[in-house]
């Protein structure tokens, strides 16, 4: 006999996929549909753009915002960290100094790499 657990577990599986799938069809089916050119059209806010659209960004603007992201994401992990550092055991404290020094070294490549130069 399979115990409770596992039948969860079973159950869990077999719904997970139902949910989603319903949250698709459902308005699909449902949905009015009536299109018109109007509604066919790009929408975009503001005024209308006269000429040429197309502009081309620096790859170094999309560098940029990365490395913040990735600090930032990484500051999350330190929170809790912080926050326990005085109920840590030694090993705890070591690990945590290793995963600033990783952040540190990252961020000396890539100030090397010029990452950080903003022109």
């Known amino acids: 006999m399979v115990s409770n657990e596992w039948l969860f577990v ?5 719904l997970a996929p139902v949910f989603p799938a319903a949250a698709l069809l459902i308005p699909r089916l449902i949905a009015p549909r009536k299109p018109n050119p ?6 975009e806010c503001g005024v209308e753009t006269v000429g040429d659209t197309y502009i081309q960004f620096r ?10 992201l990735i ?8 929170f809790p960290w912080a926050v326990a550092f005085d109920v840590l055991p030694l090993f705890g404290v070591l ?3 290793l995963f600033i020094l990783i952040l540190v070294a990252g961020l000396v ?3 090397r790499k010029g990452a950080l130069q903003w022109m």
């Open 109 to 111: 490549y890539i100030w």
């Open 10 to 14: 079973g159950v869990f599986l077999l």
């Open 71 to 78: 600090f930032d994401i990484e500051l999350v992990f330190l």
């Open 38 to 43: 109007i509604k066919m059209q790009t929408y």
């Open 59 to 68: 790859v170094q603007y999309y560098i940029f915002a990365l490395v913040f």
């Open 95 to 97: 690990v945590g100094v």
